[in-house]
């Protein structure tokens, strides 16, 4: 009988070290994987989801994530979409816990040039809000030129085209500045 109960002790001792060591390598694996997910693998895990965007110059914008790329995210509201580039974000809110990793490799490499050279292409007009330490600066107008890391912003009034005798005058800007591109949804007036 006390042979029963020494061996019956000693298995559920070796269980238990069995199941800690499990446990204790089920953390730390889910600790490694955690360290591998990317802030947009997170953003594209809530796309189509309300999120809260708070920018480092204190703008805030709400709406439905619409996409989430390599350099910046796109929020819906209402009546404009919304360009924020993610080094312009100080924090999110509804992002919830899921991650998705983007499967396409091209998708992956499209960066904040490709989309503000779209922006260009299609003369949409746009209101930039310039982000820094003494607030927040915003340019109505339309962009003329993207380079590799600056854009060429035709300040206009709001509503009138892009004509030369419009223009007020053009600012370069380095996308380091760029806290927010809005633009109109597409058929809005």
């Known amino acids: 009988m006390r042979w029963d109960a020494l061996f019956n002790d000693l298995e559920s ?10 446990e204790a390598e089920i953390g730390e ?21 309300t ?8 703008e805030s914008f709400h709406g439905r994530l ?7 995210l796109v929020i819906d509201d209402d009546r404009y979409q919304v360009l924020i ?7 999110y809110v509804g992002t ?10 091209v998708r992956r490499a499209l960066g904040l040039a490709h989309s503000l050279r779209a922006l260009a292409r299609d003369r949409a007009e746009l209101t930039i809000s310039l982000g820094g330490s003494t607030g927040v600066t915003r340019l109505d107008g339309v962009i003329d030129r993207v380079g590799k890391d600056y854009v060429d912003v035709a300040m206009i009034t709001p509503g009138e085209a892009r004509r030369s005798r419009h223009v007020g005058e053009v600012s370069t800007v380095p996308f ?3 806290a927010a591109i809005r633009s109109r949804k597409q058929g809005e007036l």
């Open 13 to 22: 001792q070796l269980a238990e070290s069995d199941r800690l060591s499990m």
């Open 96 to 105: 919830g816990r899921f991650a998705r990793t983007e499967p396409s490799a």
């Open 29 to 49: 694996r889910t600790r490694a994987e955690l360290a591998a997910i990317e802030l947009s693998d997170r953003l594209r895990g809530a796309l189509g989801c």
């Open 51 to 58: 999120l809260g965007v708070h920018l480092l110059g204190g």
């Open 66 to 72: 619409a996409h989430a790329g390599a350099e910046a």
């Open 85 to 91: 580039p993610y080094r312009a974000v100080a924090r």
């Open 176 to 178: 380091a500045a760029l």
